[in-house]
């Protein structure tokens, strides 16, 4: 009775010494709510974190969410139903300017050019940027990258959206392509795949790209409350160190790569278009290879918007913008 007393208590000491070891190994796995924007091959860094485990390798679990436009986004994260935003990076400044006393702010960099295509009804073999005076251009929405963008460029080559062409910005963004196709505009704004699908359905020609011409500009970024970042530091850090581990990945692989790990978020997307339109954005430099926003491209968006006549007010880099936590993760 004795022995087998001694060695029933020897085993409940080793096991009460076991499961609590065995516990500190385990470390807890926490939940990150994100809402994109749109769901777009822009955005193929993303997807490449989220498929090659990238999150969870630091202990992140990211719910992903697609929230379709830019308000929506905004306001899933200042209503606290979404963690984190990934959105362009002048809805930062829209709530700045509306005196918010919890300011959103951005952290790591995604994409840094335009991802918009200026696509022709028909073909031309050798485009100039005037043979837009006279004729109509369908554009994108008041106020959002993709239209300030693209009358950026057009006043930069000597075209005035107002008067030397005819603008039509009325028609909703999803139905945009459809217009198109339907017949009307000689020109129109498109992101991928739908312009290199259009191309190669002959049903319009890729003949400019506004992120080539634009430069360097914060397009789409992470970024979250000023609350949210102070409460849950490590929560931001370990973010964006997946987040640049897939930056990373993405630059040393191909398209063809690229294309196969994030085709599970664009089934009904072929794969050949997949990697025509990741080599189109990888050729132009549209994936940023680090999360850094810097204050040269900041500057350039404020210019974009000033032009378009939709800066509210000029924000100072260090006031919407947090790079520490990017370079800490850098070294």
Known sequence: MKKWFK?????????ILIIPLAACGQEKVQTVKVAEVTRSIFYAPQYVALAKGFFEEEGLEVELTTTWGGDKTMTAVLSNAADVALVGSETSIYVYAQDSNDPVINFAQL????????????KIDDFSWDQLKGATYLGQRTGGMPQMVG?????????????????????????????FASGTGDFVQLFEPQASLFE???????VASFGTESGHVPYTTFMAKQSFMKKNPETIEKFTRAVYKAQKWVD???????????QEYFKDTDLALIETVVDRYKSQ?????DPILDEKEWKNLQDIMDEAGELPKEVSHETLVNTEVAKEIMK
Do not use: C, W
């Open 285 to 289: 430099g549209s994936y940023a290879t």
């Open 252 to 262: 040393s692989h191909s398209a063809k790569e690229t294309a196969e790990a994030i």
């Open 111 to 122: 994409t840094q050019t335009d991802g918009t295509f200026l696509v022709s009804r028909d």
């Open 7 to 15: 060695a029933g208590f020897a085993l409940f000491l080793v096991a």
């Open 151 to 179: 009358e950026f460029v057009l006043k930069k080559h000597g075209i005035d959206p107002k008067t030397d062409l005819e603008m039509i910005q009325n028609i909703d963004y999803a139905n945009i392509p459809n217009a």
């Open 200 to 206: 190669k359905e002959g049903k319009g020609h890729i």
